[in-house]
């Protein structure tokens, strides 16, 4: 799994086919040095802060719209 920071983790298999291996894992303890100001953090409101961890081959969220043109 890739944070948006560039970060890597692995994921044990057994976390894996216990969740049935989802596309994203919300990482809650924010626990390195620079989770307080990373511009990659999520602050819902009325829940706990997390940060978004994909699989390390998965396309950028936004890669589809890389070719979008809002002219047409």
Request: net charge negative; with cysteine; glycine share 8%.
């Amino acid at each position: 799994m890739r944070a948006g920071c560039g970060r890597t983790r692995g994921v044990p298999a057994a976390d894996v086919a216990r969740a049935g291996a989802p596309a994203v894992w919300a990482y809650v303890a924010l626990a390195f040095p620079e989770c307080p100001e990373c511009p990659h953090r999520v602050d819902p409101e009325g829940a706990a802060s997390f940060c978004v961890w994909r699989p390390v081959d998965a396309p950028h969220p936004f890669a589809a719209l890389a070719g979008w043109d809002a002219s047409s």
